[in-house]
């Protein structure tokens, strides 16, 4: 018999509600906050209120283009974290009540797990899902870890930011650049234009298989400074050199450690998750390690990279199928947890 999970996403700046059925999604809606534009950041408080607003016309929605009736609702999985905690209440508290109303299991799901779990959708744009054991590299707007996931449980960090995170470095480096929040959409729009080797920007020096990208940041604020003495118009000039040679550093960080993880793993299933695994910069870099026959690539159809509930009513398949419930007085956690 199939199995139907209404997924819940809302740690962040999106509202998004989904309904998978197995393997495949019915319905995967996300009412994006426009409201943090203009401030450079997700504004906690912002946010939380507009998931207020957003969460019920976006289920409801979700559920009339899945074209179910709640009653064939197995149970409901929400992310419980990590996340800004007053974003995390809105869905963990529509979650419960769901649940207790209709009479069905509460799932949680760990947002950074679920970004991993998207490889097991079922959909044409995305063919293949990788083997277990794979590595994982997930680099979101908080996090950067590399992974290896054991199975659909199992999930060990072996390399992590110890600053800030990739997405965070495109999202400030932009801000510098006076582009709107979220800007590594648009770094990766003006990269497209630009000679990636138009400006070098150094690479950390960091032992083993974490990352930093706190380093970028300055040099990137340093190197303005002082271009825009000499002339005030040099972002405007160059924004399309300036945003490839950005792009091309992060990605050099990123697969630097990824090549080292290959090899000292030995394993060779490579994947990539979370909101940077959007940009074309990244993903060719990983079909290069393909075509060079060194990898075996994975990567999420786009509308999955980004966050979305799809990923969550996924990874709450699963434990739904392990009978992993949670109770009704379980609380959201803000920062990652293994
Ligand atoms: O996973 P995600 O949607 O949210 C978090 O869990 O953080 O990731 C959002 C991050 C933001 O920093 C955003 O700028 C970045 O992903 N991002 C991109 C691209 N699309 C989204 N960064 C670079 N290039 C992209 N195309
Ligand atoms: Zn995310």
């Known amino acids: ?3 139907y999970i209404l997924g819940i996403e809302s740690s962040c700046d999106d509202t998004s509600a989904a309904v998978i059925r197995d393997h495949k999604i019915l319905a995967n809606l996300i009412a994006n906050q426009q409201v943090h534009r203009d401030f450079g950041g997700v504004v906690p408080e912002l946010a939380s209120r507009a998931h207020q607003q957003n969460i019920i016309p976006v289920i409801n929605k979700a559920i009339l283009a899945a ?3 709640k009653n ?5 999985a929400f992310t419980n974290g990590p996340g800004l905690l007053g974003s995390l209440m809105v869905g963990s508290s529509f979650a419960k009540a769901f649940a207790l109303a209709l009479g069905i299991p509460l799932i949680t799901v760990n947002h950074m797990h679920a970004h991993i779990l998207a490889h097991f959708i079922e959909d044409e744009e995305q063919p293949k899902s990788p083997p277990f054991p794979f590595l994982c590299l997930t680099v979101s707007g908080g996090h950067t870890q590399i992974v290896v996931v054991h199975n659909t449980r199992e ?5 992590q930011t110890i600053d800030d995170a990739a997405g965070e470095a495109f999202d400030k480096a ?3 650049m006076g582009l709107p929040y979220p800007g590594g959409p648009l770094i990766d729009r003006h990269a497209q234009k630009g000679n990636p080797l138009a400006f070098r920007f150094p690479h950390p020096r960091v032992p083993g298989l974490d990352f930093s990208f706190s380093g970028l940041k300055t040099s990137v604020l340093y190197f303005l400074r002082d271009q825009l003495k000499n002339d005030p118009k040099f972002i405007a000039a160059n924004i399309d050199d300036l945003s490839a040679s950005i792009q091309h550093t992060i990605v050099g960080i990123l697969m630097k450690q990824m090549r080292k993880a290959v090899e000292q793993t030995g394993i060779r299933h490579v994947a990539l998750a979370g909101g940077v695994s959007a940009n074309s910069g990244l993903r060719r870099a990983f079909m290069q390690e393909q075509d060079d026959k060194n990898w075996e690539v994975y990567i999420p159809r786009f509308d999955y990279c980004t966050d979305n509930a799809a990923m969550i009513a996924m990874a709450g398949y699963f434990k739904y199928l392990d009978g992993d419930f949670a109770p009704l007085d379980t609380t959201p956690f803000t920062r990652y947890q293994g």
């Open 72 to 76: 064939q609702i197995n149970a409901v």
């Open 174 to 176: 932009a801000k510098i």
């Open 67 to 69: 074209k179910i009736r």
């Open 155 to 159: 999930m060990e960090v072996i390399g």
């Open 1 to 3: 018999m199939s199995v």
